[in-house]
C-alpha cells in the first residue's frame, strides 16, 4: 500500500533562485527539493518581490482566486496570489503580490543605499496575514506549516492565539530558526495591526519583549517544534545571550522542542565539475582545471598573476558584525606579514565597507575588494582561491565553508556554530582532518589557523591530499532532509 504523503507548506521571505540574500535563500532553493524526492509534499510561500523576473520563472496568477483586501492597521492591501515551481523541480511555490510593500528591488534593504526598508514591520504583517488567509482558501491544506525565521514567525500567533480560527488549529507548527540575532523588535503598537491579542502583552507575555514585540519570542512560544540549524549552535544559544540574544531562555523553556539540524549544500548548484560560472571545471580526480580559475580570479581582481603558486584566501559574506569583518580589517597587517593574497566579496554595513576600501588603497598588490552582490564572482571566488577564510563570531550552520570543502578550497574558520560541526581540525601528526579552526576571537587566533594552513600549502602533496579529501566529503541534503521528515512525523503522529 502506497503509503499517505505528508503535506508541508513553508513560508519564508527567501527562496533561491527567486530570491536570496543569505543562506536561508539557499536552504529554501535546497531543502525543499530533497524532501519532495523523500515523498514528502512540501509547497512554499513567499513575497512576490517586485525584481523577481515573473516571466523568467513562469509566475502566474492563480485561477480562480480574487484579489484580496487585507487590514494591517488602518490600512487596506490589495493582495493576490501567483505560484509557480522551484525551477527543473515539481515543488510548488505560492507567491503573495502586495505590490505597495513588495515591488522593490531588494528583500529587506535598498540595495543602493543598503538602508533596510523602514516599514519592514508592516510589511511582515501584511505577509503573515496573507499566509493565514491563503490558508483558509484551501488552495492547499498543509498538515504542517514549517515557518522560517522571525519574518513568518508571527505567523504561528496567529494560528494559535485567542482568536485564532478553529479550522486552522489543527495545523502543526514548526519554526525553523536560521540566525537568532534577527528577531523583529518593534513597537507593540503593532500587535493590534497586526489583529493580535493585546491582552497577550503583559511583561512576559507571548508577545512582550522588554516592553515591545519581537516576532521572533512569538514564533518561539507558540510553534509546536523549533529546529535551529546546527547543534552546535543550539547549544549555543541556549547558553547565554552571546548567541541567543536573549531569547535563551525562552528557548531553554521549550525543552526538548528545540533541536539542531544541520543545513546540507546544495551540490546541484555547487559542483566544480560541472558550475556554469567556472572559467574550467575540474574534479577531486582532476584537479587540473582549478589554476584556470585562480588566474581569473585574480585578474578580475586586478592582483598579481606572475606567481600562481602565490596563495589566494579568498572571503564571501555579508558585512555584518556576525561575520568578523573587523577581526579581518585589524589583522591584515599580519596577513600580509606572509605571503598571500585576500579576496574579499560583500556587502552590507557600510562602516565595514569603508574600512575594507581604505585597507585596499593601502594594499593594492595583496587585497581586491569586491562590494557587490555577485553569485557568478561567490562562485570563482569559491573554485579559484586556495582557502575560505570565515572567522565569524558565531554562525548558526554557515554553507560556504560547504561549498569550500567541495571545490577543493579549504576552511580557516572560526570554532563555532555550524563551523565548528562541519569542519574537523586539520591534525599535523595523523595527517587528518580537513580545515584549520581556532578559538580566540583576536588577530593571534585568526593567523595561528592561517599559518597552520599556509605550513600544509607549502607541502604541496599534503595539500593536495587534504584537498582530495575535503573534495570527497558528503554534505548533502540527503541526511538533514530526513530529519526535518522524522520531525514532520513526530509533529503528525503527536
Ligand atoms: P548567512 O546566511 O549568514 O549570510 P551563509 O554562509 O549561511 O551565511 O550563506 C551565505 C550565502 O550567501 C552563501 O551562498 C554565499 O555564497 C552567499 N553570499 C553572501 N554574500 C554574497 C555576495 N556578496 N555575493 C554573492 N553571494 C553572496
Known sequence: MASRKLR???????????????GLGDVLGALPKAL???????????????????????????????????????????VQYFRSNIPESKVQVFFVECDELFDRDGVYADPASGMTYGDTTTRFILFSKAVVDFLKMGVFTPEILHLHDNQAS?????????????????????LTIHNLEYQNQCDLGYVNEAGLDPSLTHPGGPLEFYGRLNFLKAGIVYADKLSTVSETYAAETLRGPDAGFGLEGVLQSRGADYRGIMNGADYAAWDPANDKWLVKTYSARNLAGKPANKKAL????????????????????RLVYQKGIDLIV??????FSRDVLLVVLGTGDPAYSGALREAEAKYPTRLAVHLEYNEELAHLI??????????SRFEPCGLNQLYGLRYGTIPVARRTGG???????????TDQGWGFLFDSFDTDGLVGALDEALAVYNDSERWKALMKRAMGLDFSWNVSAEKYKQLYLELVNG
Open 8 to 22: 508541508v507548506l513553508m513560508a519564508t521571505a527567501e527562496m533561491g533562485p527567486f530570491a536570496k540574500v543569505g
Open 298 to 317: 585574480l585578474e578580475k581582481s586586478r592582483l598579481p598573476t606572475d606567481d600562481l603558486g602565490q596563495p589566494v584566501v579568498g572571503v564571501i559574506s
Open 419 to 429: 563551523l565548528a560541526d562541519t569542519i574537523q581540525d586539520y591534525a599535523p601528526e
Open 382 to 391: 569559491v573554485a579559484g582561491s586556495d582557502a575560505l577564510l570565515i572567522p
Open 330 to 335: 585589524a589583522s591584515l597587517e599580519e596577513i
Open 36 to 78: 519532495f524526492d523523500k515523498g514528502v509534499d512540501v509547497r512554499a510561500i513567499m513575497p512576490l518581490y517586485g525584481f523577481i523576473d515573473r516571466r523568467k520563472f513562469h509566475i502566474r496568477r492563480i485561477a480562480g482566486l480574487s484579489e484580496q483586501a487585507i487590514i494591517v492597521g488602518d490600512h487596506e492591501f490589495n
Open 154 to 174: 508571527l505567523i504561528a500567533a496567529m494560528l494559535r492565539g485567542p482568536n485564532a480560527e478553529p479550522e486552522l488549529a489543527k495545523i502543526k507548527i514548526l
